[in-house]
């Protein structure tokens, strides 16, 4: 594996999220000094076998910034039609001179039938694995909020296909977050145990309310959305339960009316969209780690 790949959040230490972290911060300050140093002929691919909207189009807008040179790979006009196999697909974008590859799929761990390909490989998310961007951004948005992450963090609804849940995890608890999960029984998760989701309302710094994954057949036929909302998702009686200082995060996309009353989607506390414009920054400072860029160093934000 390339070291500037990003797989899963189990590739970078402590020092990497942080200097990743710093390197996104740099990039929201607008000073031509943090202006990405790249040459003209440096070349990208986004490969996504599954939709986005919000990674697919925050690289995009990351390697437009970054002055690189991007294309879109589409599926349903290539060769995967004639029967050409992931590894093929990937390793002619290398052979062609592609310099990072950032791909989603919809297999968890894809990326271990790709252990051959030399260029970095960036991870916008794998089945139920990992998403290690949207964990980025997520730890850039608590960060920006409270200064540390060593703050309580519930983790609600679908953790049972949900791979911002699992990465999320992993990188909160090696800085000493207290990570909660809560929601339906039916999607409770080995190695993610549900606490009481009303109790934990009050007692989290941070919420992040997950979306029903309908396509990867998530289904609770016994309730209605509007039921669901009442049992397990941020309803206007829960938010006035949240503490004064506490935010609402979604990864998105959010199903308005199911996970959160429509209204919080935009309220005070709501970090949905901050969270989209954190999601450009960290891209930012994964491709250039990609490219094999040393980090910023400290910078005084
Ligand atoms: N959060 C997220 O991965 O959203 P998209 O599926 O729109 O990229």
Same mark, same amino acid.
């Given at each position: 594996?390339?070291?500037?790949?990003?797989?899963?959040?189990?590739?970078?230490?402590?020092?990497?999220?942080?200097?990743?972290?710093?390197?996104?911060?740099?990039?929201?300050?607008?000073?031509?000094?943090?202006?990405?140093?790249?040459?003209?002929?440096?070349?990208?691919?986004?490969?996504?076998?599954?939709?986005?909207?919000?990674?697919?189009?925050?690289?995009?807008?990351?390697?437009?910034?970054?002055?690189?040179?991007?294309?879109?790979?589409?599926?349903?006009?290539?060769?995967?039609?004639?029967?050409?196999?992931?590894?093929?697909?990937?390793?002619?974008?290398?052979?062609?001179?592609?310099?990072?590859?950032?791909?989603?799929?919809?297999?968890?761990?894809?990326?271990?039938?790709?252990?051959?390909?030399?260029?970095?490989?960036?991870?916008?998310?794998?089945?139920?694995?990992?998403?290690?961007?949207?964990?980025?951004?997520?730890?850039?948005?608590?960060?920006?909020?409270?200064?540390?992450?060593?703050?309580?963090?519930?983790?609600?609804?679908?953790?049972?296909?949900?791979?911002?849940?699992?990465?999320?995890?992993?990188?909160?608890?090696?800085?000493?977050?207290?990570?909660?999960?809560?929601?339906?029984?039916?999607?409770?998760?080995?190695?993610?145990?549900?606490? #009481?989701?009303? *109790? !934990?309302?009050?007692?989290?710094?941070?919420?992040? @309310?997950?979306?029903?994954?309908?396509? =990867?057949? %998530? /289904?609770?036929?016994?309730?209605?959305?509007?039921?669901?909302?009442?049992?397990?998702?941020?309803?206007?009686?829960?938010?006035?339960?949240?503490?004064?200082?506490?935010?609402?995060?979604?990864?998105?996309?959010?199903?308005?009316?199911?996970?959160?009353?429509? #209204?919080?989607? *935009? !309220?005070?506390?709501?970090?949905?969209?901050?969270? @989209?414009?954190?999601?450009?920054?960290? =891209?930012? %400072? /994964?491709?250039?780690?990609?490219?094999?860029?040393?980090?910023?160093?400290?910078?005084?934000?």
């Amino acid at each position: 594996m390339n070291p500037g790949s990003l797989l899963t959040m189990k590739d970078l230490s402590k020092e990497d999220i942080l200097n990743l972290l710093n390197d996104a911060k740099a990039f929201s300050i607008s000073h031509s000094d943090w202006r990405f140093p790249v040459s003209s002929q440096e070349m990208t691919a986004n490969l996504f076998f599954e939709p986005s909207t919000r990674t697919h189009y925050s690289f995009l807008s990351a390697e437009n910034q970054l002055g690189l040179k991007t294309v879109d790979f589409n599926p349903e006009s290539s060769s995967l039609t004639k029967g050409e196999s992931l590894y093929d697909t990937v390793k002619t974008f290398e052979a062609i001179g592609y310099k990072v590859l950032v791909i989603r799929h919809p297999e968890d761990e894809y990326f271990k039938e790709l252990e051959n390909i030399q260029v970095p490989i960036i991870n916008a998310g794998d089945g139920k694995g990992n998403h290690p961007t949207q964990c980025l951004l997520d730890l850039l948005t608590i960060y920006d909020e409270f200064g540390r992450l060593d703050v309580n963090v519930l983790i609600c609804g679908d953790v049972a296909h949900s791979r911002v849940a699992a990465s999320d995890k992993e990188a909160l608890e090696k800085f000493g977050a207290h990570v909660r999960f809560a929601g339906p029984k039916e999607w409770e998760r080995e190695g993610f145990p549900f606490s #009481d989701f009303d *109790e !934990s309302v009050e007692w989290a710094d941070a919420i992040i @309310m997950l979306r029903i994954q309908r396509e =990867r057949g %998530a /289904v609770l036929e016994s309730l209605s959305d509007e039921q669901y909302l009442e049992k397990y998702g941020m309803n206007k009686e829960r938010y006035a339960r949240m503490k004064p200082t506490a935010i609402l995060m979604h990864p998105g996309p959010v199903n308005r009316g199911v996970e959160m009353d429509t #209204d919080l989607v *935009e !309220s005070e506390k709501s970090r949905y969209f901050k969270q @989209m414009s954190n999601g450009v920054l960290v =891209r930012k %400072a /994964v491709l250039r780690r990609a490219l094999g860029f040393k980090p910023f160093g400290r910078v005084d934000v």
